[in-house]
């Protein structure tokens, strides 16, 4: 592979995302690709329906949990300086840090957060207002959150484990969390439009959210942004594209900033791409968590990546570290699910003949199941996951409703309902109206064959 095979294909590329941003009606992305030493900056469409103002490669998006990846490098330069210990209870630097369960408290470490195995309880987007001490309330709430499972059992995605590591960085540096991100990795990185302050955004072109209205047109959400408390979890964060593969350059070129400064160790790096905990319901089974990164293999090719989704927008990020490849996908409403399916799969196989995995889908009869053991509801923080089986519609299929809850409610004003088939006892696949694809993994089965947990991204328990 080389870099040439990026610059001849520019005008393929800029033609797929006109054409597949349109056919998904997706109001405007912004896509960066890095192939070794080339670097190609694409955008399409506009920031805001409202205004008409278009969509060009310096317009700042929302990156949501890209921004995870972010934290994670500021926590490691404090490994890298002896301030902190991978291993060492989170309580250690946070002396006043709380959990409903005092337990598990003493005992979740800072590893623990940066791979989501921390076990509390994650979608806490409770408000605590945009100024500089919202970190340190969000925190302080932290002490009514229970445990989804055992700290360090297994993998559960968790945003609220990213806020406890932002405190933990505003404790141990004495500064707020975006002046450390903005002196530590954004000025040595030469970031210029990239913030988590919205006195900054509004001095760029910026997009906004949207949804989509029931005839289908698309509508700029109520609200544009999230709580500032959250930004260590991805809130706020507002980038370019070539931005965000600025950052990424910065970990395939092993820690080093562009100008040679060392703003990661080579070992930093490739510990955050190591894998530590299986991912389930992953493409394959291939799938593992690092500390920040997601892991895979594709085609036999080493993948890191991650994703972020904020409030009508989703972002996209997948880089084959071996192979010099980086691709950023920036978009400003749902369906960029199924734009970036589509551009994914086409950039990934033009540029370096791989395949990008989707979910394993149904083929042929589905297995013969006791579906009727799987019924009831399972919950966790911010959404209840109703399950029912109903052999007066299809036999050998669940009907799963999906009910936000808490402040999430007031973003999602009704439940989605999906049908999950089975794969086999544990893995059921799932699409939803947006495009977005699946499956849901059911675990902790008892004796009578009734799983007690389902999984699809967050780990949610059986009630009742």
Known sequence: MSSTRLLDRVPALEKALHALRQHHHVPGASLAIQQYDAVVELSSGVANVRTGVTVTPDTLFQIGSNTKLYTTSLVMQLVEEG??????????????????????????????????????EGDHFEAFGPGDESLARYVESMAHLGQIHEPGERFSYCNSAFVAAGRLLEVVLGRRYHEVLAERLLRPLGLKHTTVLIEEMIGHRYAVGHYFDEAGAARVVAQIMMD?????????????AADVLGFVRMHLNGGRAPDGTAVLSASSVALMQSPTVARPGSPGGRGQQGLGWRTDQWDGHRVIGHGGGTIGQLSFLEVMPDDGLAVVLLTNAPSGARLWRDLGQYVFQALAGVEMPGPVRPTGEAPRLPLNLYAGAYERLSQRVEIRHDDAGVADELQATLIPTGPLAAFDEE???IRLRPLDREHFYYSTRDGDEGVFTFDDFDADGRPGTVFSGRLARRVG
């Open 415 to 417: 439940a989605e309902r």
């Open 228 to 240: 500032r408390s959250a930004a260590p979890a991805g809130s706020l964060t507002s980038a370019s």
């Open 83 to 120: 301030r902190v210990e991978l291993d060492s209870p989170v309580i250690t630097y946070l002396p006043d840090f709380r959990l409903k369960d005092p337990e598990a408290a003493a005992h979740v470490t800072v590893r623990q957060l940066l791979n989501h195995t921390s076990g509390i």
